[in-house]
């Protein structure tokens, strides 16, 4: 027993001699080790992060540069894919495809053309402005009516509603367009711009957003306003409208870049092509006309991208928000 | 109340206006309160009528007409017209194809945009730039960027070139089943950078304090990634996978303006079924087809808050 006790108290303490040093060693190699690890892994996720930008970024910036090419380079570079629709064959065609991120001489010239020389593709896009201003402006008037309403004062007939909003939000175009298209048949607007206003005026998407925005403003807000002798069209624009400038801001991006690419309402709700707005419209460029489509590309991504530039930190205000992690 | 009176009477008059001015204090509050209430449904109406009459009340008819024989003679007819959009082969060329698209596409866009949103919460240089970056496809309207998609998938095209100098064969990538492959490829573009901004919000929601402790009871980055960080992540998640759902059902948006409105087999969608039935006026077709659709989306959506729930059970937030 004493010898036991002995032996293992001696082997205690060749432990603690030996273990500090050990200790030290081993957790200082860890360290290192660790710090190693987290370098490596930094230099390779940054390099993750730049593959990821240049495929991110490469459609845009293609796009962008191959708009200052000239025709007959755009037709030598690119005449292997577009010309396969293109019967007339009076164009120099190669047989291979060179893609080019920076032409052989900067020119103007298609903008040129755009702008001054065929004005159908100026129609289009001014197509495109008229049915999306009027939407952002009145969408976002209309909501914060309407969100006002949902977030002053609450009720379970409200709570319904509001339900029944989140749901027609989630649903997609090929449901809520039968709906919208019997309306407007039965309205007689079928065809005229109208039948792109209106349901898009009235679309639950900002109610629903602006509603989860307001909802964030203490009701004591109100009811100080309502002691102090406001009423409620007041508190509505003085107290509400202020406090949700950025919510607005958000959400008329998100509207914007939404109905400015809109493809499917104007393929079903419009027979005229006269009134297609240009994000239909380029898809439809013929052969010749191709070294154009670069141009208008760019001239059609200007706006959204000048939003972009400015507005970014709304967009991902907007974004949070749609998502309800800033509830 | 100036002549003094007994302190009886004097104390009751006193009481009795001090009454009167509560009640009418308190009958004005109510007053307004009632008068509030009342006031917050005309602000709501423009958005209602609006919303009743271009989205509820249609879909009403909606529901009317697919349970009618056709529109004069209002006969009632039963679910007969589901049955012949459900056996009708464009209608499952369309449903399968949608449904093949969203199931590789979204659980790609999710975990993508997970890694994408992880390497940026890790410290890496320029991050606000790299964002920025990864965020401008959303911004870029899909029209402006066909053509190069055209220059990239052509079969001509530009990944055909490079495949072949591979050794492997050209393949026509629009007219073929590899047709989806594109448009994933073309929906993860502009969808990752959306999920990526959501996830970077989760994941700096995950509470430090437990992310600490896992350090300090020597956890590994993987183990905090699987055990913690996922975890709390998983609200956002359903919403991204949801959002991503309602996004590849939009996907009609590319598929149109790459292939036309009467594209390959592997590329033909619902929406290019409803704009098909649109053509012909169908009524019947239509209504049955959206309402299979919106129930399908009501179902789907609604088995994944649930298992939101079941998922986020044993979370505080």
Redesign the interface.
Known sequence: MGIFGKKSQDNSIERKEGEPLQAVYFEYDAISDRKKR?RR??VR??L??MF??F??????V??FT?SFMTSSEINAN?G???A?NNSGGKIYVS???N?KFIPDMVSFGQYITVLFKSPEYLMKFWNSVIYVVPIVIFQLF??S??S???A??R?KV?QL?FF??I??M??????????????ASRLGIVGTRWAIW??G??S?FA?YMLTKYMRRIPYSLYEAA?IDGAG?WQI?TQICMPICRGGLASIAILVF?DY??M??QP??LLDNEELYP???F??RINAEEISL??AV??I??VL??L??LYG?EY??EG??Y?????E | MSVKTGGKIDRYLKNNAAQARQEKKYRSARFSRWRGRALSWAYLAPSLIGVGLFFVLPFGVVIYYSLINNPVQHDFVGYSNFVRTWENNAFQLAARNTLIFSFAAVPLAVVLSLWLAVIMESRIPLKSTFRTFFLSPMMVPIASVILVWQVLFDYNGLVNAVISRIGIGKVDWLKSYYGPVVIILLFLWKNLGYNMILFMSGLSSVPKDQIEVARLESATETQIFWKIKLRYLSSTIMFVIIMSLINSFKVFREVYLLAGNYPFDSLYTMQHYMNNTFQSLDYQKLSSAAIIMAAFMMVVIGILLLLEDWFGRDLEQ
């Open positions: 987290e892994q930094t996720r940054t993750a992060a990821f930008a495929l991110f970024l490469m459609p845009t293609l796009t191959n690119y292997a894919i577009f396969t047989e291979v495809v893609l209309v909501a009516l309407a006002f309403g949902f002053r004062y009720g409200k509603f029944l909003y749901v027609l989630l649903m997609p175009y090929q449901v809520t367009l039968v709906p919208n298209f019997m309306v209106l349901p005026i009235f639950p109610v309502s409620e509505f870049i400015w690419n493809v499917e393929l079903i240009l994000s239909v380029l898809s489509a670069f590309a760019v059609y991504m959204p991208m939003f972009f970014e967009l991902v974004i949070l749609q998502g309800g992690i800033k």
